[in-house]
């Protein structure tokens, strides 16, 4: 079984580049054929390439050490050393790259669109064989270029979940239940706290067109935010997710805080996490008394901001779970919608600056020298 690998420390090289040749042309009939030693090929590059069909590290964790070929060298005959082939990285959307000493960020895979290619490393040149080095006053050179070296680097490679619902609560508050009611997803369910080690992701369907990605992140605790727990490995997940899904344990006797800690948590952590769109799902109403506990959550949320959606469900007993897909469905909508006008505005703000511009270009007048009164 594949585990979820959210990081991985990893060796890449770029190829050496192959050895000029030292080589001299021995013809019958030509006895100062003159040197003909060829160059030497450039070594592969390192690319990172993300793919969509992939979730987790874990190829990059059994192999540490990665390295491009390196070119070969020169030949006789004037002929040109192979180039070295390339090393493609395959790795998910989300991931970004960090120098390992440093921790300073390289780059950073944000979008789940079409594949996209990041050059880390250039590899090796050639050196150049002795047909380079001939002169007037050197016809029988006996130098050529070494190739030059690759570069090596240790890299720190991070994955963030990136889905559009993000699943927030505290251990054992029904977010793999949940997970498994509305998705195809799999995910360990037992009666216990913390059973949830590792993210899940789940494919909520919409249509035949469109699916809504569900992420089941593991259970944080007070103090997440400075690293207690699970700690920043959840809120590190959570970053990416386009909206929040708080799910409360209305059978918890400490109903009526959960929340406020919660979101205390995340916005510990980040403030720009703090204000993504967000509901509140007051799960195990079934159980007795949970159901006037889950209005209170309501009406205790809802008294500092009105914006909030409050649900009450019981995930286990298929209660109100009807109403929660078309909630989240309408969420995931109204985000989409937003960010749509968003790109929009920069569009037509981008036009209407250029056609400002082209007007002042047109409008001006044109003076030359000499030609002021």
């Known amino acids: 079984m594949i585990q979820f690998a959210d990081e991985a420390v990893i060796t890449v090289s770029s190829g050496k580049g192959g050895n000029g040749c030292i080589s001299f042309r021995r013809e019958k009939y030509i006895p ?107 016809q029988a050179p006996r130098i050529a270029n070494k190739g030059e070296l690759g570069v090596t680097k240790k890299i720190r490679v991070e994955l963030s979940v990136m889905a559009d ?14 997970l498994t009611a509305f998705t195809n997803a799999r995910p360990k369910v037992a009666p216990y706290p913390f059973t949830t080690k590792i993210p899940n992701l789940g494919v909520l369907r919409v ?8 992420a089941d992140i593991p259970g944080i605790i007070e103090g997440a935010s400075e690293g207690v727990g699970l700690g920043f490995k959840f809120l590190k997940h959570v970053s990416r997710t386009q ?41 195990k109403i079934d159980i007795e008394g949970a159901d006037e506990r889950a209005k209170e959550i309501k009406e205790s949320i809802q008294k500092k901001d009105k914006n909030i959606s409050v649900l009450s469900v019981s995930i286990l007993n298929n209660i109100g779970m009807k109403a929660l897909r078309n909630a989240i469905i309408e969420l995931a909508d109204k985000i989409e919608a937003q960010e749509s006008l968003k790109e929009k505005g920069v569009q037509q703000t981008a036009s209407s600056f250029m056609a400002e511009r082209e007007s002042i270009d047109d409008d001006a007048e044109v003076q030359y020298p000499g030609s002021e009164n």
């Open 243 to 283: 909206c929040l899904l708080f799910i409360i344990d209305a059978s918890d006797q400490n109903y009526l805080t959960a929340y406020d800690t919660l979101s205390q948590e995340i916005a510990s952590y980040s403030q720009e996490l703090a204000k993504k769109p967000r509901m509140v799902l007051c799960n």
């Open 207 to 214: 249509d035949d067109e469109r699916d809504i990605i569900i």
């Open 32 to 138: 100062l054929g003159g040197p003909s030693g060829g160059d030497g090929g450039k070594g592969g590059d390192v690319y990172f390439v993300v793919k969509r069909n992939m979730r987790t590290l874990s190829r990059l964790r059994r192999r540490p050490i990665l390295k491009a070929k390196n070119g070969s060298d020169g030949m006789s005959w004037g002929k040109y050393g192979k180039n070295g082939d390339d090393l493609v990285i395959p790795v998910p959307p989300g991931t970004s790259l960090r120098d390992y000493e440093s921790g300073e960020l390289i780059h950073d895979f944000t979008t789940q669109g079409e594949d996209e290619m990041f050059l880390l490393f250039k590899g090796g040149k050639g050196g150049w064989g002795n047909i380079h080095f001939k002169s007037s006053t050197n």
């Open 165 to 178: 619902v993000g699943l927030v609560g505290f251990p054992n508050a029904g977010k793999s239940s949940l």
